[in-house]
């Protein structure tokens, strides 16, 4: 198991230039956390939910261990809106897809061979290493735009999907998302499918869920969470789909979760079933809009200064060539000479070495400021 020393590393450097420089003001664009509050729909049934709770007529012990109908049932409604036909049986409620994504391996056999891509979003990894699981890596780079099509020759049994992606911001369409399906169904493998930022996607042609694809139904999990897309990465709340037709692990996860899960407080559920309300869905789309506007103009300060990126559109991640340089000498460049942080790339895997990421979760001011900064340093 490697140290996880990405973000410390990047907070000692960052806190000893601010201690040698303190008269110069950081922007930082490394964080993957939002910056707007949760929006007035959101609130207003947290704060009804809780008055329920000290009443003795609405009072609520434990709930279902796969979440209230309310939130399931509008869950399944959001689902339907986009195409994609589910049961409610099939909708799992979680504290978040971290979660989720690392205690889905309860229901696998320990044999179980994982494709992992590279780069990658770390607990993927992390998970795998710490149950000793055999993991494969798969090759995303610039010749394949960061977006990895199997390959025929590896067998695995388990692989992990994420789109749009972090760390990249690259975005599978759904020809590529079918190769995925076709592959796992030949080789009776399943994806983990991550689309914790599905709601970043506006281009009406690119898949939000991967039950969108013919098929996946027989062979994908898919998981979401509503930290980026609602701001509530500190309320904590997501949702899993795990279709009847995969297997038996439906009722595995099921048989899982109500052995070592006691389910999310029904307060967040309310706040949670807010977000999918007509109400609550402009809201945070205003929200996203945010920060769209804030990885358009990162990536457009990019092309004008022709450096090669993916994402920034579609996704809140831009994803950039160091050129000749490495991923920590490119991170060192912007902290000294722009006052800017972001993410070196290496910090995902060896294919990240020599890439870097920043993030559009920052105010338009501060993004503007920094790129800025940024067009100056290399114009
Ligand atoms: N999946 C991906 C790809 C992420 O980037 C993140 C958070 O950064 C998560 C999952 C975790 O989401 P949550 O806050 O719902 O646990």
Known sequence: MQDSYLFATIAQKVSAYSAAHPDKEIIKMGIGDVTIPLCKAVVEAGVKAVKEMGEKETFRGYGPYEGYDFLTGAIRNYYKKNGVELDISEIFVSDGAKSDVANILDIFGQDNVVLVPDPVYPVYLDTNVMLGREVKFIDSNKSNGFLPLPDGKVKADIIYLCSPNNPTGA?????????WVDYALKNDAVILFDAAYEFYVTDKTLPRSIFEIEGAKKCAIEFCSLSKTAGFTG???GYTVIPKALKNLNAMWLRRQSTKFNGVSYVVQRMAEAVFSEKGQEQIKTNVDVYMKNAKHISGVLNSLGIWHTGGVNSPYIWLSCGEMKSWDFFDKLLEQANVVGTPGAGFGKNGEGFF???AFNNYENTCK????IEKLFK
Do not use: I, P, S
């Not at 975005?171 to 190769?179: I, S």
């Not at 920094?370 to 900064?373: E, F, I, K």
């Open 171 to 179: 975005v599978y369409n759904k020809e590529q998302l079918k190769c």
């Open 235 to 237: 309320t904590r709340c």
């Open 357 to 359: 990421r920043l993030t």
């Open 370 to 373: 920094a790129m800025q900064r």
